[in-house]
């Protein structure tokens, strides 16, 4: 069985077009704040005893872009779910957004 990428997850994942635009967004802007941060920070480096310098800032590399794409993505499904609940054109507005 194949391993799914990031992005055939959201190819299959059933979510519609705002989600995911939102989604997207969200990790792009949690990537820059988390990289900022590292930058300012100096790499986030601790000293653990026995183990040297440790840089969360590598360990923890995908830790903005996941935290902004959930982010973003609820917000998105949100938008999605409340244009989805308008009367009479609910339903035909959730199927052209791909839900």
């Known amino acids: 069985m194949k391993e799914l990428n990031s992005i055939e997850i959201m190819q299959v994942s059933g979510a519609g077009i705002i989600e995911d635009l939102f989604g997207n967004v969200g990790g792009n802007i949690g990537n820059g704040i988390f990289t900022m941060i590292s930058n300012v920070t100096g790499?986030?480096?601790?000293?653990?005893?026995?183990?040297?310098?440790?840089?969360?800032?590598?360990?923890?590399s995908d830790f903005g872009r996941n935290v902004g794409s959930r982010i973003g993505g609820n917000v998105g499904s949100t938008i999605e779910n409340m244009i989805g609940g308008i009367p009479v054109i609910g339903g035909f507005l959730n199927g052209l957004l791909g839900n």
Do not use: D, F, H, M
Not at 49 to 59: A, K
């Open 43 to 60: 790499g986030l480096e601790i000293e653990i005893p026995l183990l040297g310098n440790v840089s969360l800032s590598q360990i923890l």
